[in-house]
C-alpha cells in the first residue's frame, strides 16, 4: 500500500484566501506529482517534481504553484482561491520504474 | 503529445457477466500502459500495467489487459464480474523514459449489480 499522505482531505474556503494543500509520501520517492480531477474528467497533471528544488509545470495550466524542499514534502499552495480553483487535487509519487502511487486526495472547494 | 481514449463512460452489469472496457491511446512512440482503479472512497490504485514482453498482462483481482499495439489498444478484461468491482477504471499512458508523467483517460464508471 501507498504511503502517500494528504491533508487536508476536505477543504471548503471562501474566494481570495490563500490556501496550502499539503502532500507527503514516507517512500523516499525522487518523482513527485500533482494532478487535478473534475468530477467526470479525466486527470490532469499540474506539476511535478524529480528532486528537491526542482518543480515543473505540467500539461494543465494552473494557478497554483508547488516547492520541493525536501525529498518527502510537495505542498502545493494557491495564492488567491477562485470558485474555478474547485476540483480533486491528487498527489502522486514514483521511484525510478514507471509506476505511480497516488494519495487520497483533497477535495478542494471554493465558495 | 499522448493522448488516451475510454469510450464506455458509464458501465452497468450484473455479476457474473463478462466485462470489457476499452482503452485506445495516440502516441508515435514506445509506451507504457496502465489501469487504474478507484473504489468507492478510496485511493486510486494500480490494476495493472504493461511495459514491454507478453502483450497479455494479469493484473490483481483477475482482470486481465492485452496490448495491441497495431491497434493503439489496451483493453480492459474480467471473464465474471462481481458486486466489489464496482468502481472507476482508468486507463494511463506514459511514454517510455517520459518520466512518469501519466496521461489519463476521462474514466470509465462500472456498476455491478447483484
Known amino acids: 500500500e501507498a504511503d502517500i499522505y494528504q491533508t487536508p482531505r476536505y477543504l471548503v474556503i471562501g474566494t481570495g484566501k490563500k490556501i496550502t494543500l499539503e502532500c507527503s509520501q514516507t517512500?523516499?520517492?525522487?518523482?513527485m506529482y500533482w494532478y487535478q480531477q473534475d468530477p467526470g474528467m479525466e486527470l490532469h497533471l499540474i506539476h511535478y517534481?524529480?528532486?528537491?528544488?526542482?518543480?515543473e509545470k505540467g500539461d494543465l495550466s494552473s494557478e497554483s504553484t508547488v516547492s520541493r524542499i525536501r525529498t518527502e514534502h510537495f505542498p502545493l499552495t494557491l495564492e488567491s482561491a477562485r470558485p474555478s480553483h474547485t476540483s480533486q487535487y491528487l498527489c502522486?509519487?514514483?521511484?525510478?520504474?514507471?509506476?505511480?502511487?497516488f494519495g487520497p486526495g483533497t477535495r478542494l472547494t471554493v465558495l | 503529445a499522448q493522448s488516451v481514449s475510454q469510450h464506455n463512460h458509464h458501465v452497468i452489469l450484473s455479476e457474473a457477466a463478462s466485462l470489457e472496457l476499452g482503452c485506445n491511446y495516440s502516441?508515435?512512440?514506445?509506451?507504457?500502459l496502465f489501469w487504474y482503479v478507484q473504489y468507492p472512497g478510496q485511493h486510486l490504485q494500480l490494476l495493472l500495467k504493461?511495459?514491454?514482453?507478453?502483450?497479455l498482462v494479469k493484473g490483481i483481482k483477475g482482470f486481465e489487459a492485452e496490448f495491441i499495439k497495431s491497434k493503439f489498444s489496451f483493453n480492459l478484461r474480467k471473464p465474471s464480474v462481481q458486486w466489489s468491482d464496482t468502481a472507476e477504471y482508468f486507463c494511463?499512458?506514459?511514454?517510455?523514459?517520459?518520466?512518469?508523467?501519466?496521461?489519463f483517460g476521462t474514466g470509465t464508471q462500472l456498476k455491478v449489480e447483484l
Open positions: 494511463a499512458v506514459t511514454p517510455t523514459g517520459g518520466g512518469n508523467k501519466l496521461t
Open positions: 517512500m523516499g520517492h525522487d518523482k
Open positions: 502516441y508515435g512512440g514506445t509506451v507504457n
Open positions: 517534481s524529480y528532486g528537491v528544488n526542482s518543480t
Open positions: 502522486a509519487s514514483s521511484d525510478g520504474l514507471p509506476m505511480v502511487n
Open positions: 504493461y511495459f514491454s514482453g507478453d502483450p
